[in-house]
Structure formats: C-alpha cells, structure tokens
C-alpha cells in the first residue's frame, strides 16, 4: 500500500454499492488531499444491442442526460464534502475495461475504489463482476466495498 494517494478513480453506476464506494473515495481523496476522478460508464456493448452496439440519437440523449445527472450529483456531494480537486469523465464502452485501464487523466491513477456490486446482475451471473475483472486486470490497487 502507498503511504498516500494522490490520484483516486471512483466508478459510479447509481447503485448502492456504488455510493458507498464514493464516499468511501471521498474520504479517502480528503485525507490523502488527493485529486477525486468520478467515472461514470455508459454501457453500450453487445450485452444490450445484440452482437454490436450502436446508438440512435434519442438514445444517445438519454444517457446523456442520465451520466450528467449523475456526475452533477456526485461532483455537487463531493464539494460539500469539502473536496476542490476533482476531475469528472463519462464514458462510452465496456464498464470493465474502461476502469481498469482508464487512461483519461494526466496523472496516473493509484487507487481504484468500487462497489462489489453494481447495476449489471445478468453479466454478474453469466460472464463474471466487473468488480473481479478490474481488482484484477488493474495496474493499481483497489478498493472493494461491500
């Protein structure tokens, strides 16, 4: 483990595990005063659109809408929070890969914090969490809460 953290990612899907690891990420950019990346991840994989994925404008409008509320929301909590330095990203992919090799801030990320659960059960039960492909396919640590 570092002796502190100065880059934290923390993916966010809306579900429960997911605001328990951003708080958890919070505190930790807090006392690490580390720089809190936010990571929202629009899924569009083969998993929803058959063999392909593809977006129609209306589609591609309502993600939008929703990752925008999201990332608001959680920017606007974190600030509350007492945090400054925050960096926000929203995606368009395969949740698993994005955040294990994300790649999109200037600084390498040396911590991942993760809900072990998230939105997605049907792949959970077929193909395996995204939580076990980033804890590990990630070239740092992460942070799993429950």
Known sequence: ????YKNI????DGSEKAEKAFMEAVAA????QATLHILYVNEVTGNYFGDFGFLTPNLQEELDEV???QMNE???LAIEKGLTDIETYILYGYPKTLIANFNES???IDL???????LNAVERALVGSTTSYVVN???CNVLVIK
Do not use: Q, S, Y
């Open 1 to 4: 483990m570092l002796d502190a």
């Open 137 to 139: 396919h990630a070239p």
């Open 106 to 108: 200037k600084e390498p």
């Open 29 to 32: 950019a807090k006392r690490n």
């Open 9 to 12: 990612l923390v993916a966010i």
């Open 112 to 118: 991942i914090v993760m809900g072990a659960t998230g």
């Open 74 to 76: 959680h920017r606007n």
């Open 67 to 69: 990752a925008e509320k």
